[in-house]
Antibody
Framework: EVQLVESGGGLVQPGGSLRLSCAASGFTFSGHAMTWVRQAPGKGLEWVST????????YYAESAKGRFTISRDNSKRTLYLQMNSLRAEDTALYYC??????????WGQGTLVTVSS | QSALTQPPSASGSPGQSVTISCTGTSSDIGTYNYVSWYQQHPGKVPKLMISEVTKRPSGVPDRFSGSKSGNTASLTVSGLQGEDEADYYCSSYAGGRVVFGGGTKLTVL
């Protein structure tokens, strides 16, 4: 059974940093691109970032470029999102999701990030 | 403003069919056959309903179907059931990024 479990969310002040993690199981982790998608309270889905299976390629939404860094440790089957210079508009539920172009067939339950003073 | 345009709401009676549109551009839907549709019930995780324009993942009822013409993709739900009431989001690969629609709230009357 595929499982994706996010952690690392919380309350942070504007300008602060957080590192999100997503522990994966039930599939060949290194064989799949992994993606972060976020959803602000009461709003729609927004793609944030994707990393290829071997970590050679990374992709970012304009809103994340220069502030967020996606990475993965295939030996630990874990996906990360380092978020710096956080803003109020980054407040959202952050989901990790399996795959990229073909659609996201598995999603985690999400971890809530709140940016507020 | 979302990259893909969806109607904010749609509705139909039980047993009827409803189609939700998703309009993009020649940089996303118009170029790539990587359109996906997601169903999200309140407080729940999005669920993939359609991938690659027309493919239904295992376990998705065949009442759900997808299509594409030019820069517009569509999701059709036939034989509406109460459990279909949810938010629906389209997405498309757009060359090194993914774009989502703003979502459509489907109400079963």
């Amino acid at each position: 059974e595929v499982q994706l479990v996010e952690s690392g969310g919380g309350l942070v002040q504007p300008g602060g940093s957080l590192r999100l993690s997503c522990a994966a199981s039930g599939f060949t982790f290194s064989g799949h691109a992994m993606t972060w998608v976020r959803q602000a309270p009461g709003k729609g889905l927004e793609w944030v970032s994707t990393i290829s299976g071997n970590a050679d390629n990374t992709y970012y939404a304009e809103s994340a470029k220069g502030r967020f860094t996606i990475s993965r440790d295939n030996s630990k089957r874990t996906l990360y999102l380092q978020m710096n210079s956080l803003r109020a508009e980054d407040t959202a539920l952050y989901y990790c999701a399996k795959d990229f172009r073909l659609g996201h067939d598995y999603w985690g339950q999400g971890t809530l990030v709140t940016v507020s003073s | 403003q979302s990259a893909l345009t969806q109607p904010p709401s749609a509705s139909g009676s039980p047993g009827q069919s409803v189609t939700i549109s998703c309009t993009g551009t020649s940089s996303d839907i118009g170029t790539y056959n990587y359109v996906s549709w997601y169903q999200q019930h309140p407080g729940k995780v999005p669920k993939l309903m359609i991938s690659e324009v027309t493919k239904r993942p295992s376990g998705v009822p065949d009442r759900f179907s997808g299509s594409k013409s030019g820069n517009t993709a569509s999701l059709t739900v036939s034989g509406l059931q109460g459990e279909d009431e949810a938010d629906y989001y389209c997405s498309s690969y757009a060359g090194g990024r993914v774009v989502f629609g703003g979502g459509t709230k489907l109400t079963v009357l």
